[in-house]
């Protein structure tokens, strides 16, 4: 598995070498903010997808930490094109948080939560009209910092990626914090996590790891998703790390694209069992059973008709569709 996730990784990367840029990003600006809780201009790194329009409302934003960090900045961008290309995730805004000392910024956090909150996203709101939500995204201790910001600013943070998060400094405090949120089910959510086992300074986070793992998995609104990447040292997470979290934050809106997409191919084709499976398949994901059950069995009167078919065939895709039926409960 790991072996094919870096050979795609690889040549995703290879391509967008030769193109010399992203397909569907425009050029990254930096910008500057002259920050009262810094007392300094700090700078920022927005990468804007192409269809957006600023005149929209409600543009998506995904903000991230280690910006100044070429491959964490790379990987993260490649990622997020390729998906966007891909229709996975929406087209967004990517904000990347330049640290000028990154340990303290990031562990001492506070200050850098107020500056996000309370200079960048009001500025990201003014100018590039950002939805109301937003994702944050980070690695080792960035992690542990937007793991902080989801739960403290949980009205603007409701989706964080945490790769390789770091929960052992100042005492665990963001996991007492964690708990005491969750049991007052006081935040709500996508959360993704995820963590390698290669090498000492991956290994050493775990055990931090899975006491969050499970403080969020009991979380009742919270809608949690990890990942063992096992053979994955700490460096080396965020490679695979950050699309499969991007993938899981919008999965939802995935699903509704795919719904789209298969109500215009039904109107070519539209008794074509196929379209009608995954057309059932998404409004399942999107927690409409009842609907989705009523496809899967127009999908089933359908199969008999497709003369490219062979009757074991038809056989075993009838069988797959009355199993997804039993689960539409």
Same mark, same amino acid.
């Given at each position: ?51 957006? #329009?600023?005149? %929209?409302?409600? @543009?998506? $934003? +995904?903000?991230?930490?280690? =910006?100044?960090?070429? !491959?964490?900045?790379?990987? *993260? ?74 739960? #403290?600013?949980? %009205?603007?943070? @409701?989706? $964080? +990626?945490?790769?390789?998060? =770091?929960?052992?400094? !100042?005492?665990?405090?963001? *996991? ?80 509704? @694209? ?72």
């Amino acid at each position: 598995m790991k072996k094919l996730l870096l050979f795609l990784y690889a040549i995703v990367i290879g391509n967008a070498s030769l193109a010399q840029g992203y397909s569907q990003f425009k050029k990254s600006d930096t910008i500057s903010i002259a920050s009262k809780f810094f007392q300094s201009e700090r700078k920022v790194i927005i990468t804007k997808s192409q269809r957006i #329009k600023i005149e %929209a409302k409600e @543009n998506n $934003c +995904i903000i991230y930490t280690d =910006a100044d960090d070429k !491959n964490i900045n790379g990987t *993260l961008l490649q990622v997020a094109d390729n998906l966007c290309l891909n229709k996975e995730i929406p087209q967004s805004y990517f904000v990347g948080i330049i640290q000028q000392d990154r340990d303290n910024e990031l562990l001492e956090k506070d200050k850098l939560l107020r500056f996000l909150k309370e200079e960048l996203v009001p500025l990201l709101k003014k100018n590039y009209n950002i939805a109301e939500r937003v994702t944050i995204v980070g690695h080792s201790f960035g992690a542990y910092f937007a793991t902080y910001a989801f739960l #403290k600013e949980n %009205a603007i943070f @409701n989706s $964080c +990626i945490a790769i390789s998060p =770091a929960y052992w400094p !100042n005492n665990i405090d963001v *996991l007492a914090l964690m708990e005491e949120k969750s049991i007052t089910n006081s935040i709500r959510g996508n959360f993704y996590m995820a963590i390698g086992d290669k090498r000492w300074d991956e290994i050493s986070l775990r055990k931090y790891v899975v006491k969050a793992q499970g403080i969020l998995k009991s979380s009742q609104n919270i809608r949690f998703d990890f990942s063992d990447l096992k053979g994955f040292s700490h460096n080396a997470t965020p490679t695979v790390g950050y699309g499969l979290g991007l993938s899981f934050i919008y999965d939802e809106w995935e699903w509704g @694209n795919i719904l789209d997409e298969q109500e215009r191919r039904l109107k070519s084709f539209p008794t074509f069992w196929g379209h009608l499976e995954v057309k059932a398949d998404a409004l399942y994901h999107l927690g409409r059973p009842s609907e989705a059950k009523t496809v899967y069995n127009e999908a089933l009167k359908d199969i008999p008709k497709d003369q490219d078919l062979s009757d074991k065939e038809k056989s075993e895709i009838a069988g797959r569709l009355n199993n997804k039926i039993k689960n539409c409960i």
